[in-house]
């Protein structure tokens, strides 16, 4: 079973609209969560930080469920510039080692 | 913001030749470097972790004869694929953790493409 899985998608979203999805974690004993995006053929870069109450930063809005072991991200009043793969990470109480689920992928369209 | 410069973004080469590429933490200084492995559509696999002043701590399954680390400074650590065939073929990323910004985690490199031919 792998430790951070996630829904490949890709999810294909009318502009304006909002989408959801949710991301799996294997070990209970992680500490810290991070939503990063992925634009193809580039570097992941950070999203946001995923906070045990929930967060939310503009459009994006972070969830954690640690009874589920499940973490979610929400994008509202999507732009084409969301189209991207977005990557659920996760890592123990050091943040040394962080475990990355393969993403999923969403398409915003015109 | 911190900016980790990875170089060089791609490279292109004959099957048996040895590449280097090497990561730099450019505005802070990073105890501990990461180098990543990813394949398309797969997820990012962490091969190493890249300790300045010691050994590289090399994940299950990675060859520490065939993907040299080397961490010399606080802002520089070098990863090289000897003697590379087709199947290294990869997009390679390193990271790095600011040692005084413990809040916050890893920065990432640009990534480089590598082709075996």
């Known amino acids: 079973r792998k430790e951070v899985e996630q829904d490949p998608g890709p999810f294909n979203v009318p502009e304006g609209a909002t989408v959801a999805f949710n991301c799996t974690y294997s070990n209970s004993a992680s500490q810290s969560f991070f939503w990063y995006r992925q634009d193809c053929r580039k570097e992941p870069k950070l999203l946001m930080s995923?906070?045990?109450s929930g967060n939310e930063d503009g459009r994006f809005t972070a969830q954690l469920n640690r009874a589920s072991q499940y973490i979610s991200l929400l994008i509202r009043d999507s732009k084409l510039s969301d189209s991207a793969t977005y990557l659920c990470?996760?890592?123990?109480?050091?943040?040394?080692?962080?475990?990355f689920g393969a993403g999923t992928q969403v398409v915003v369209t015109p | 913001g911190a900016v980790v410069s990875q170089h060089p973004s791609r490279v292109i080469c004959k099957s048996g030749t040895s590449v280097k590429i090497e990561c730099r933490s450019l505005?802070?200084?990073?105890?501990?470097m990461f180098w990543y492995r990813q394949f398309p559509k797969k997820s990012l696999m962490l091969m190493a972790t890249s300790n300045e002043g010691s050994k590289a701590t090399y994940e299950q399954g990675v060859e520490k004869d065939k993907f040299l680390i080397n961490h010399a400074s606080l802002t520089l650590s070098t990863l090289t694929v000897t003697s590379a065939h087709p199947e290294d073929s990869s997009f390679y990323i390193c990271?790095?953790?600011?040692?005084?910004?413990?809040?916050?985690?890893?920065?990432f490199g640009d990534g480089t493409r590598l082709s075996i031919l």
């Open positions: 505005d802070f200084q990073a105890t501990t």
């Open positions: 990271s790095a953790r600011d040692r005084v910004e413990s809040n916050q985690p890893q920065h």
């Open positions: 990470v996760v890592a123990g109480d050091s943040w040394g080692k962080l475990q």
């Open positions: 995923v906070y045990s």
